[in-house]
């Protein structure tokens, strides 16, 4: 058994297993661009999207948080009439969203109450996008996730900055693959109101000492919001970890865990 992970842009991925499609955090539209784009923050796609939500078929969906690269209305309004009823998983406090865009299958993600997609196991982990935020009821309203398919263990980060005790956290989950954000934040940035990630030395050195194998995300789609593909190369090798870099539709195919 393998496990294939094809990238899709920003933080999309396809992870394939055992004859399961799950996709991550599917950005297959260029909301961002229609609907916030000014002077100050131009947000102009530099590709176009490689795929539609149906055209890849998925066995169900997770999403991290509620941005609209993330949770994409225009992905997933699209998906839904076009007939798709996979389920979709995202944190419970944002779900409303995808009850307003007639999700028949919604699956309320809440931290460490894992759940299944056909053979995979999925553990959300909290997350920090810069910092930790949860809802009234103390559901936490970002969330990473760690997907156990293939006999692999994958951390998908989502948009994430680090907090105190995730790195231990993750090293007793020993994952296989790590899915980080390396745009990283500045000041130029923080004052357009882009929420900034993990930037390339952080991403690299939370991979090296998982000893996991590092595919870097939100990257390449947008020049406001991205990184160079030499600086991430630099950094994973300063800091030795083990870095593949995929662009749109490229995949990696991963040996049985």
């Not at 954000?181 to 500045?186: E, F, K, S, T, V």
Request: aromatic share 8%.
């Amino acid at each position: 058994m393998r496990l294939r992970i094809t990238y899709l842009g920003q933080c999309g991925f396809l992870l394939e297993a055992a004859g399961n499609r799950i996709v991550t955090d599917p950005y297959l539209s260029d909301y961002v661009d229609r609907n916030f784009f000014s002077p100050e923050t131009p947000w102009k796609r530099r590709y176009p999207a490689p795929a539609t939500l149906a055209q890849l078929n998925p066995d169900g969906v997770i999403v991290s948080h509620s941005h609209g690269d993330h949770l994409d209305p225009w992905t997933i309004g699209a998906y839904v009439e076009s007939g798709g009823e996979a389920p979709i998983a995202a944190p419970a406090p944002e779900c409303a969203l995808l009850e307003d865009l007639n999700v028949k299958h919604i699956l309320r993600a809440r931290a460490d109450e894992p759940f299944v997609i056909g053979s995979a196991t999925i553990t959300p982990i909290p997350c920090a996008h810069t910092e930790l935020h949860r809802d009234d009821a103390g559901d936490y309203q970002e969330l990473s996730y760690l997907i156990e398919a293939g006999g692999l263990k994958v951390f998908f980060a989502g948009d994430m900055s680090l907090y105190d005790g995730l790195a231990e956290r993750l090293e007793a989950e020993r994952p296989d693959v790590v899915l980080l954000p390396a745009n990283g934040r500045d000041e130029a940035r923080t004052a357009a109101g882009i929420i900034g990630n993990t930037n390339e030395a952080e991403a690299a050195r939370l991979a090296a000492r998982l000893g996991a194998l590092y595919i870097p995300m939100r990257w390449d789609l947008y020049e406001i919001n991205g990184c160079d593909e030499a600086v991430i190369l630099a950094a994973a090798r300063d800091a030795g970890a083990r870095v593949h870099l995929l662009r749109p539709l490229d995949a990696i195919d991963l040996p049985e865990g």
